[in-house]
């Protein structure tokens, strides 16, 4: 299966966790989103995220020079957030 890969290196809190929700809306059920970023939070709001819209981290990987994410979409996903994070999605 082919991941759809976005990167997000350089940008900072909130973006990459904005940009990884916005991402996810698009995928249908099962596939699945490489994200690449640098922001040191991001380990705490994608993981975050993740947990809110019922979507499955696959691979986490931290590295000095970048952090990876593999999401799986899945099946029957709300596709929406609620919270803080709903809130500035809707921005």
């Known amino acids: 299966m082919t991941a759809i890969r976005i990167d997000l290196t350089g940008l900072k809190c ?3 966790a904005l940009r990884t929700a916005k991402a996810l809306k698009r995928l249908s059920p ?3 989103l490489e994200v690449h ?3 040191p939070l ?3 709001d994608i993981p975050s995220l993740v947990r809110q819209t019922g979507d499955r981290v696959e691979i986490a ?3 000095d020079a970048r952090i990876v ?3 799986e979409k899945a099946h029957g996903s709300p596709g929406s957030l609620s919270g803080p994070l709903g809130a ?3 921005e």
């Open 61 to 63: 990987e931290r590295s």
């Open 88 to 90: 500035l999605q809707k």
């Open 37 to 39: 970023c640098t922001d």
């Open 30 to 32: 099962g596939e699945v």
């Open 69 to 71: 994410f593999v999401i």
């Open 14 to 16: 909130p973006l990459p």
């Open 42 to 44: 991001a380990v705490i």
